[in-house]
């Protein structure tokens, strides 16, 4: 059996084509994806949360590793966690290859668009769900 | 690892949802669905074909065979094949569970939605590629 990574992507590509043509302006697009991202992960932490028997966050860093097993769990990739400020505070998560990118062209006029706009928006909604952001 | 049927699920239910908001109503949404489905259809049989180095059908036995196949390896459920006319060229694809439908509770004014309809979509765009429906 192989992933359906394949039908996901092209779904999602069928999603962002739809906002780019609906709505008027990139920001627009850019935003709806963070807002769908948003709801997606207020309820998918839950999922996340009884599939893996997760407690409570010690510190960021462990919150930096929760975030980058749920990638591995949903998307099959594995980000890398790195560049932390001193505060240890903020971080990036490096991606070699996302599968939502799969297939996809963006054309000229298309190139501010946030493609994956909806992962940071998943990773926002499900961190204020247990507290994360206050 | 678990699957990302989930991410997948919730996914696809913000995209129902935005042309459910978007559109005036049920059929358009229905509408719109299918010929989503369509055009991801035309594009994922060549990664079916790929993977599953599949032939040319003989007949639409062989036909339902492969389609319950795509089904198993994109969505991990195998419809069962059944209902067969008497012309063996009308069958019925019967689902116990749909990844799709996970988390999902259409409201009172919904009911008419076809939720699922990219999937007949995703058929007919796949089948008119190999030639299956002229």
Known sequence: MF???ELF???YGSLVAH???DLEN???VNKQLERMGYNIGVRLIEDFLAKTSSGRCY???DTAEKIQLAF???LGVTPTVSNWNSQYDEFSLVFTVIPLT???ELPDNCLDIKYCNILPGIIRGACEMVG???
């Open 3 to 5: 992933q359906n990574s």
């Open 9 to 11: 992507s092209l779904t």
């Open 19 to 21: 906002l780019v043509n």
């Open 26 to 28: 990139t920001e627009g």
């Open 59 to 61: 510190d960021f860093k």
């Open 72 to 74: 591995r769990n949903y």
């Open 102 to 104: 799969e297939f996809v």
């Open 132 to 134: 994360t952001f206050r």
